[in-house]
Nanobody, 123 residues
Framework: QVQLVESGGGLVQPGGSLRLSCAAS????????MGWFRQAPGKERKFVAA???????GYADSLKGRFTISRDNAESTVYLQMNNLKPDDTAVYYC?????????????????WGQGTQVTVSS
């Protein structure tokens, strides 16, 4: 049974940082591209970042320079470092495992999803 478990969300002030983690089990982690998506209240789920099985990364254009995705294959974990957070970054953040090793922004290409972790940016 595949499980993706996110952690690290919480309440942070504008300009602060958070590091999200997603621990995967039940799949061959090293062969899968992994992605982070986010969903704000009343809005559709949107792509944040992805990392291929070989470590290449891609980001939503609006987030480049503030967010960094990384992975530790030995720990079957993918991370999202978020810096200089803004109120517009408030959302539930989801990690997902792709059907392949190639990264993509298309959420339909992701086979498995975590339950999400809430990130709230507010003073």
């Amino acid at each position: 049974q595949v499980q993706l478990v996110e952690s690290g969300g919480g309440l942070v002030q504008p300009g602060g940082s958070l590091r999200l983690s997603c621990a995967a089990s039940g799949l061959t982690f090293s062969t899968k591209a992994m992605g982070w998506f986010r969903q704000a209240p009343g809005k559709e789920r949107k792509f944040v970042a992805a990392i291929t099985s070989t470590g290449n990364t891609g980001y939503a254009d609006s987030l480049k320079g503030r967010f960094t995705i990384s992975r530790d294959n030995a720990e079957s974990t993918v991370y999202l470092q978020m810096n200089n957070l803004k109120p517009d970054d408030t959302a539930v953040y989801y990690c997902a495992a792709s059907r392949t090793g190639w990264g993509t922004q298309d959420l339909l290409e992701y086979q498995y999803w975590g339950q999400g972790t809430q990130v709230t940016v507010s003073s």
